[in-house]
């Protein structure tokens, strides 16, 4: 069974940074994407980051480009390091996996290809 266990948020003035953690397990599968998704009360899940793990392509939403990077190790932790944060970065943050052979062609996997979702971690970004 994939489980996933987001850390790593919390308050943070703007400007600032935080680094979000996705520990993922039971991954049994050959080829998935893994993705970042934020969502604030009264609005859509949104697509923030994704990584392919078939080509190790990476790709960000345009709110977030150049201020946000993922990234993982070798023991299946995902990383969304956010820079630059500003109060509309504010939302509940989930990691999310899709099983499959995703990559360039995909861009940003879309939500409804994810079947696998963490319990998600508040960021609060103060004006």
């Known amino acids: 069974e994939v489980q996933l266990v987001e850390s790593g948020g919390g308050l943070v003035q703007a400007g600032g940074s935080l680094r979000l953690s996705c520990a993922a397990s039971?991954?049994?599968?050959?080829?998935?994407?893994i993705g970042w998704f934020r969502q604030v009360p009264g609005k859509e899940r949104e697509g923030v980051s994704c990584?392919?793990?078939?080509?190790?392509?990476t790709f960000y939403s345009a709110s977030v480009e150049g201020r946000f990077t993922i990234s993982s190790d070798a023991r299946n932790t995902v990383y969304l390091q956010m820079n630059s944060l500003k109060p509309e970065d504010t939302a509940v943050y989930y990691c999310?996996?899709?099983?499959?052979?995703?990559?360039?062609?995909?861009?940003?996997?879309?939500?409804?290809?994810?079947?696998?979702w963490g319990q998600g971690t508040q960021v609060t970004v103060s004006s």
């Open positions: 999310a996996v899709a099983p499959g052979m995703y990559g360039e062609s995909w861009s940003l996997v879309p939500l409804y290809e994810y079947d696998y």
């Open positions: 039971g991954i049994d599968f050959d080829d998935y994407a």
């Open positions: 990584f392919s793990s078939s080509d190790g392509s």
